[in-house]
């Protein structure tokens, strides 16, 4: 049962890192770094396919193809790769050792499902050459691969005992989650539209509180990057509606999760990562407040899109305890192995 428990806590692990480097993969446009999948230009590596490389920096030297991205597309897949083995080896473990670890495996299995979807996913934002819906729908099902892996990791640690009174605020965790994940998905949609910038100052936009906007345009899903379903240009207009509807739905979650992290700061088995809500919360302002006056910068961007990770991490463990409320600790019921 130990070998299980590494590996659980190690794909986790892996899960957030690979969230977080794959933000840096789209922010450094390096998407098609290697336009073609599994490879690299029909190569394991970068390194065999230098020249194609070459060629294509020479062809466009502003392109999407450069060394730099190649090696960042590929190290991402690399560490995918690596991750889809872990998910294999501990969803093994999980049926073999069903009786020893007293639960089901088939949230394992449903781990080792997504994973698949999410590498198919991976190779069709190549494909289909960065096409919004798909890669928006690749950092959803990233995020939720993460909250599967939070549950499975909660289940293997041990914590302070929550009163039962506060059973039924698993349904309002529920919905915070719920909201959350609306929120990612339209936050995906502004990076994945470039977007970020199509309101540059704050709290207004372009100097008024409802600018010009085209909703339909601007959330027009099937449609390539860059382009309205027509094939036009996609405008002004829609890329602002993008990015009002993802800053002001940001008003809702700060306030849903703000109060239920308030509530719950001061409860036993949910201070810790009630506390740890507020922190992420305030740094997800910030962050979202800096990149509008800083014009996007990486490591800011890259930290905006790391705190959306943590805010599903600690949704995810406040509704696990939640769930565990007026029960026994986790883990108080058996030893390891």
């Not at 994940?181 to 936009?205: E, H, I, K």
């Not at 890329?239 to 009002?244: D, M, N, S, V």
């Not at 463990?317 to 108080?332: D, E, I």
């Amino acid at each position: 049962m130990t070998a299980y428990r590494r590996l659980v806590f190690l794909a986790w692990f892996l899960t957030l890192d690979l969230i977080m480097f794959g933000a840096f993969v789209r922010l450094t446009d390096s998407g098609l770094g290697c336009p073609d999948w599994p490879g690299c230009y029909g190569h394991f590596s970068p390194l065999g396919a230098h020249a194609s490389i070459r060629q294509a920096l020479e062809a466009m030297p502003y392109g999407p193809v450069s060394a730099f991205q190649a090696w960042v597309e590929m190290i991402h897949r690399y560490a995918g790769a690596f991750l889809g083995m872990l998910i294999i080896a501990f969803t093994v473990l999980a049926w073999r050792l069903r009786h020893a670890l007293a639960r089901s495996p088939a949230l394992a299995t449903a781990v080792l499902g997504l994973v698949c979807l999410q590498g198919a996913f991976g190779a069709w934002t190549v494909t289909h050459r960065l096409m919004p819906l798909v890669v928006t729908t690749h950092l959803v099902l990233g995020m939720s691969l993460l909250a599967m892996m939070t549950w499975l990791a909660a289940r293997e640690k041990s914590h302070d005992p929550v009163p039962a009174a506060l059973a039924s605020g698993r349904g309002w965790m529920m919905l915070g989650l719920t909201v959350l994940f609306l929120q990612l998905a339209l936050g995906g949609w502004v990076s994945t539209n470039y977007a970020a910038l199509a309101c540059m100052d704050f709290p207004t936009c372009h100097g008024v509180w409802m600018p010009p906007m085209n909703f339909q345009e601007g959330f027009s899903m099937l449609r390539s990057l860059g382009q309205q379903a027509s094939g036009d240009p996609i405008s002004q207009d829609a890329l602002t509606a993008i990015h009002w509807t993802h800053r002001n739905f940001a008003l809702v979650v700060l306030a849903l999760l703000g109060v239920l992290a308030w509530r719950w700061r001061a409860v036993p088995g949910l201070r810790g990562p009630a506390r740890l809500l507020l922190a992420l919360l305030a740094l997800q302002l910030f962050t979202g407040l800096t990149t509008i006056f800083f014009q996007w910068p990486l490591l800011i961007a890259v930290m905006h899109n790391g705190g959306a990770a943590g805010l599903v991490l600690v949704g995810t463990t406040l509704l696990w305890r939640l769930a565990q409320a007026g029960k026994l600790p986790s883990g108080s019921r058996r030893q390891d192995a």
